[in-house]
C-alpha cells in the first residue's frame, strides 16, 4: 500500500454529483480537490462513432462491466439471493461522468409534498390508513429550501421545458401541478414527435393538462452561467445509453469537466477503484482505492465526500464499517434502509399508421401530471400516489423494437408468420409510459451478500425488493388510463392487463435506485443529516440519490443535483470555515 | 492452432446492392456472381452451415423480403461468439451456479460458446439436410432452451445491426424495416411527415462517418 500526498477534499466517483460538487469547491474555495474515478477518461471525441445500437444499447459498452461487480437480489428475506448475472433493470454507469453520459435527460422537480410525505400523508388519510410496513420519511429539507438550487442546476445543463407554474401563476401549455417555479425554463421545449403530437391532443380533448417533458436535451444553442456553450438537439434518436456527439445533452463531461479543467487545485485520477473510506475515532482519514494494475494506495484527506451512485455509496458504507446496518426484523438500524426503485407501467398502443419513431431524443415526449403525486386520488382504495403518464419519442432502433406486434398476430415468435406479422407492425407500435412513484416499505433494503464478491473478493451489495399492492394499484390505474387515451390518440391499446408479476431484475426498467443512506433530522432516523453529511463521521457527506427517504415519480437526477448544491452550500458556508457537525 | 476454416456461399445469395422501396419490397440491384470465401473466427464450415440454417428458419427469407441467408446473420454469429461476448467477459461468472426464479433472468455457468456447442449437438451435424419441415420441428422442440433464445436474439441482432458487425450485409436488415441507420440529424423531420412514412435511404456508420467504426467484438476475447 502505497500512502500519496495528503489533499483537502476526496470525492469517490467522478459523475454527476461528485463533479457538481467538486466544481462548487474549487470554484468558491480554495481547498486542493480529488475525484477519483474507477472507470476511464471520457470525451466528446469518444461518442462521434457511438451511434450503433448493437454495442451501446443492446451489450451496453458504456456500462459498469458487471463481470467485476454486480448485485444479488431476492424478493424477501425469507428467499436466498441470486446475482444479478448479466444486465438488468437497470444500468450503473463507469467512467468519466459516470450514468450521466448515457443517461436520458429528462429533468423533473419533485413536487413540494415528497419531501414531507410521511406528513402529508398522515395530515391527508390519518395514520391508520396507512398500509403498516410504510417506511417513508419526512426529507428535513424542503421544497422552499431547494428552489433555488433546482433552478442553479436547471442553467447549468440548460434543461428545456415550459413552465406551468411561475411563482403561483399558473400557465397553460406547462405543467399546472409543478412546484411552484421561479423563473421559466433556461430553454424552450424540444420539438414535438408525431407520438407525442397526438399524446397532447388526445390528452387535451380529454381534460388533462399536457406539456413538455424538461429535458437536458438542449432545443437550441445555450451558453450556461459558467460559460458553457453547446448546441441544439438534432434528433438523432441515439440518446439514452449512448453519450451525445455533439454535445447537445447535458453530460458531466460536457458541462462540469469544462470548468473544472480550469482549476489547478482540482485533479482527476481515473481507473481508481475505492475499495475503503478508512476512519479513526469518528472521522474519516482518507480513502484506500486499487488502481487499474492492481496496486493499492491509500489517499489521505482532510474530507471525504462519497458520489458512486447509490449502489456503491450504501456498499462502501457497509464495507468501511459507518453507520448502523438496518435490521428489518427489530425496525432498527439506519444503514440500507428505504431501498426504493421507479414504479413503470402503462400499455402498448398499435397504429394503422408509421410514426416514424426512429426519430427523436432521450426527452422527447408529451406527459400528463393530473394524477402525480396524489393528484385526483382519495386514497380510499389504497391508491395513495400515481405517478406522471406520457408518449416519448426517445428514437426506436431496429434491433430492440423487431417483432413488437399485439398479442395474438403470431403463435410463435419466430419464423415465417411472425416475420410477416413483425414487418406489418413495424413501426407502429407506442408505448404509453407511466412513472410512477415508489414509495419506501420496511421489507426493502440493502445490506452485503453472504456468498457472492466482486473482483476483489468484496461481498457484493444485495437487494431484498419486491413490489408490494400499491404498485400493482399503481399498475391498473395506469393500464385503465392509457386504455382511455389510446383510441382518443387513434390507436388501440394492448388488451393484456398488467399481470402483477414479481420485481424483475433483467427486464429494464430505470436506472433510478434510491435510499439505503437516507437524510432526515434525527441519527436514529437516517445515515446523513439534512446537509448529506454523515451523523457519525462529520467529516464525510454522502451525495446522490441514496439519500432519498422515497422516490417521486420523476426520474431523480435533477433533485440529486439540487441536493448537492444545497450540501456544497452548507459545506463551503458553514463546514470549511469551523468543521463541525452541522445538524 | 485452429485450421482457418471458411464459409463458401453463392455471393447472390449475400446482401449485395439493394434498394429500397416504400412498399417494404427490396430489390436487387446487381446480382453478384459466383461464391465467396468467408473466413469464420469461431465456428468450423459444418457448424456454420448448421446454425446458418437454424437462422434462416427462424427468420426466412421469403415473399416477405430477405431473411437471415441474404443478410449474413450466421457471419455476425460467428464474430459475436469469437469475441470477448462470446467468452462471457461482460457477464458476472462468479458461483455457486443455482437455478432461480425466472425473473433473475440466466443463471448458468455455461457461457454463449459452450452454449451454441451443446446447441449445435442437439440439432445435429447435418442438421442443414433435413427437410424444412423436420427443421421447424427440430426447433420447435428446442423453443424454451438457453440455446434457442440466445439464437432467436442473435438472428434478430444480425439482421438488423450495423454491417461492420458482420450481419445486415448490404443493409438488407435495414432496407426491410425501413430504418435509415445512423443519421446526423432529424432536425428538420421530426415534427414534419405526421402519418406518412418517411424513409431516408438507409447508410451505415462507416458511410455516415468516413472512417471504420470498432466494434467490440474486435476486442481481445
Ligand atoms: C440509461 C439511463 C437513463 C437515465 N435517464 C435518466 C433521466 O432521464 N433522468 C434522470 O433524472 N436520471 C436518469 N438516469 C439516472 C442518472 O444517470 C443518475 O441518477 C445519475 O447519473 C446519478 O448521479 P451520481 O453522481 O449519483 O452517479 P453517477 O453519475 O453514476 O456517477 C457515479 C460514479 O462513481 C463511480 N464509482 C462507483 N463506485 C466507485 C468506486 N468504488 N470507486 C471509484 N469510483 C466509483 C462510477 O464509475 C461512476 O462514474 C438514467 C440512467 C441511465 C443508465
Ligand atoms: S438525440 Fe439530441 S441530445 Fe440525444 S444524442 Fe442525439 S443530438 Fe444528442
Redo the contacts with the bound molecule.
Keep these: 500500500m502505497t500512502n500519496l500526498k495528503p489533499v483537502d477534499v476526496a470525492i ?7 463533479l457538481a460538487m467538486a466544481k462548487e469547491l474549487v470554484s468558491r474555495t480554495s481547498v486542493s480537490v480529488l475525484a ?4 476511464a477518461p471520457r470525451t466528446l471525441a469518444d461518442y462521434a462513432m457511438d451511434m450503433d445500437e448493437l454495442d451501446y444499447a443492446i451489450r451496453l459498452r458504456m ?2 462491466n458487471i463481470a467485476e461487480e454486480t448485485i444479488t437480489h431476492r424478493h424477501s428475506a425469507r428467499d436466498s439471493a441470486v446475482p444479478v448475472r448479466q444486465y438488468g433493470s ?11 453520459e ?7 422537480r419533485f413536487m413540494p409534498d415528497i419531501f414531507t410525505l410521511r406528513t402529508h400523508l398522515t395530515e391527508k388519510h390519518g395514520a391508520a390508513h396507512l398500509p403498516a410496513d410504510l417506511a417513508v420519511q419526512d426529507w428535513g429539507v424542503t421544497y422552499d429550501q431547494l428552489e433555488p438550487h433546482y433552478w442553479y442546476a436547471e442553467q447549468m445543463m440548460g434543461v428545456s421545458g415550459k413552465a406551468g407554474n411561475l411563482g403561483g401563476k399558473l400557465i397553460d401549455g406547462g405543467n399546472i401541478f409543478e412546484s411552484p417555479r421561479s423563473q421559466e425554463y433556461p430553454t424552450p421545449p424540444l420539438k414535438h414527435s408525431y407520438a407525442s403530437f397526438l399524446f397532447k391532443e388526445a390528452t387535451r380533448k380529454l381534460g388533462y393538462h399536457p406539456y413538455p417533458t424538461p429535458a ?1 436535451n438542449l432545443s437550441e444553442n445555450f451558453t450556461n452561467p459558467d460559460g458553457v456553450t453547446r448546441p441544439g438537439c438534432v434528433y438523432c434518436g441515439h440518446c ?2 449512448f453519450g451525445c456527439m455533439i454535445g447537445a445533452k447535458s453530460q ?1 463531461t460536457n458541462t462540469l469537466l469544462p470548468v473544472l479543467r480550469k482549476h489547478k487545485s482540482f485533479q482527476l485520477r481515473t481507473g ?4 475503503r473510506i478508512v476512519h479513526e475515532n469518528g472521522r474519516a482519514t482518507g480513502v484506500q ?1 486499487t488502481d487499474a494494475n492492481g496496486d493499492e494506495f491509500f489517499q489521505p484527506a482532510e474530507t471525504v465526500v462519497l ?7 450504501v456498499r ?1 458504507l457497509y464495507l468501511s464499517k459507518i453507520g448502523t446496518p438496518y435490521d428489518p426484523a427489530a425496525g432498527k438500524g439506519t444503514l440500507g434502509r428505504n431501498l426504493t426503485h421507479q414504479v413503470q407501467g402503462g400499455a402498448r398502443i398499435f397504429f394503422d399508421k408509421p410514426l416514424n419513431a426512429f426519430m427523436g431524443a ?2 422527447v415526449g408529451q406527459r400528463i401530471s393530473d394524477y402525480d403525486g396524489g393528484n385526483g386520488l382519495t386514497g380510499e382504495d389504497g391508491l395513495l400516489r400515481l405517478g406522471m403518464l406520457s408518449a416519448n419519442s426517445n428514437g426506436e432502433l431496429p434491433i430492440a423494437s423487431f417483432g413488437a406486434l399485439p398479442p395474438g398476430t403470431s403463435k410463435a415468435n419466430w419464423g415465417a408468420e411472425w416475420k410477416a406479422a413483425s414487418l406489418q407492425w413495424r413501426d407502429r407500435v407506442a408505448q404509453l409510459s407511466l412513472a410512477g412513484e415508489h414509495m419506501s416499505y420496511r421489507q426493502n433494503y440493502m445490506d452485503l451478500d453472504p456468498s457472492y464478491t466482486d473482483k476483489f473478493g468484496d461481498p457484493l451489495l444485495r437487494f431484498t425488493l419486491n413490489w408490494t399492492d400499491h404498485e400493482y394499484k399503481q399498475q391498473e390505474f395506469a393500464y385503465d388510463l392509457s386504455a382511455k387515451i389510446a383510441p382518443a390518440m387513434g390507436a388501440k391499446v394492448d388488451p393484456t392487463r398488467p399481470s402483477r408479476a414479481r420485481y424483475n431484475v433483467i427486464q429494464y426498467q ?3 435506485i434510491q435510499g439505503g443512506a437516507m437524510m432526515g433530522a434525527t441519527p436514529e432516523t437516517s445515515v446523513v443529516n439534512p446537509y448529506l453529511q454523515h451523523w457519525d463521521v462529520p467529516n464525510l457527506w454522502v ?3 441514496s439519500s432519498f427517504p422515497q422516490n417521486a415519480s ?5 433533485t ?1 443535483l439540487a441536493v448537492t448544491y444545497w450540501a456544497a452550500d452548507a459545506v463551503i458556508n458553514k463546514y470549511l470555515k469551523h468543521p463541525r457537525r452541522l445538524a | 492452432m485452429k485450421r482457418r476454416e471458411f464459409l463458401t456461399i453463392p455471393a447472390s445469395a449475400l446482401g449485395g446492392t439493394l434498394l429500397y422501396t416504400l412498399a417494404r419490397e427490396p430489390f436487387r440491384l446487381q446480382a453478384q456472381e459466383g461464391t465467396v470465401k468467408v473466413p469464420l473466427r469461431f465456428f468450423t464450415a459444418g457448424e456454420a452451415r448448421v446454425i446458418a440454417t437454424a437462422c434462416e428458419r427462424i427468420f426466412p427469407s421469403d415473399a416477405n423480403g430477405p431473411g437471415a441467408k441474404e443478410a449474413g446473420v450466421v457471419i455476425y454469429i460467428d464474430r459475436q461468439l469469437a469475441g470477448p461476448y462470446g467468452a462471457d467477459k461482460y457477464r458476472y461468472t462468479k458461483g455457486p451456479f443455482v437455478d432461480s426464479y425466472p425473473e433473475h433472468g440466466y443463471q448458468g455457468k455455461e457461457n454463449p460458446r459452450e452454449t451454441y456447442h451443446q446447441g449445435i449437438a442437439k440439432l445435429g451435424n447435418n442438421f442443414d439436410e433435413l427437410p424444412v419441415a423436420e427443421q421447424i420441428q427440430k426447433l420447435q422442440s428446442m423453443e424454451k432452451t438457453h440455446f434457442f433464445q440466445l439464437l432467436r436474439a442473435h438472428t434478430i441482432e444480425g439482421m438488423f445491426s450495423d454491417p461492420m458487425h458482420g450481419g445486415n450485409a448490404g443493409l438488407i436488415g435495414w432496407q426491410l424495416v425501413g430504418f435509415p441507420g445512423p443519421r446526423m440529424s432529424y432536425k428538420e423531420d421530426i415534427d414534419q411527415h405526421f402519418g406518412a412514412e418517411f424513409r431516408p435511404k438507409p447508410a451505415s456508420l462507416e458511410q455516415i462517418m468516413r472512417r471504420p467504426g470498432k466494434p467490440w467484438e474486435d476486442e481481445k476475447a
Design positions: 469517490i466517483g467522478g459523475g454527476w454529483t461528485g477519483l474515478e474507477r472507470g456500462m459498469q437497470f444500468h450503473p454507469g463507469t467512467g468519466v461522468g459516470g450514468a450521466g448515457h443517461w436520458t435527460g429528462m429533468c423533473f437536458a439514452s445509453r458531466p481508481s477503484w475505492v475499495r482505492f458520489a458512486s451512485f447509490t449502489l456503491n455509496n462502501l432521450g426527452c430505470s436506472t433510478h451525495l446522490g440519490a420523476g426520474n431523480p437526477t435533477l440529486a
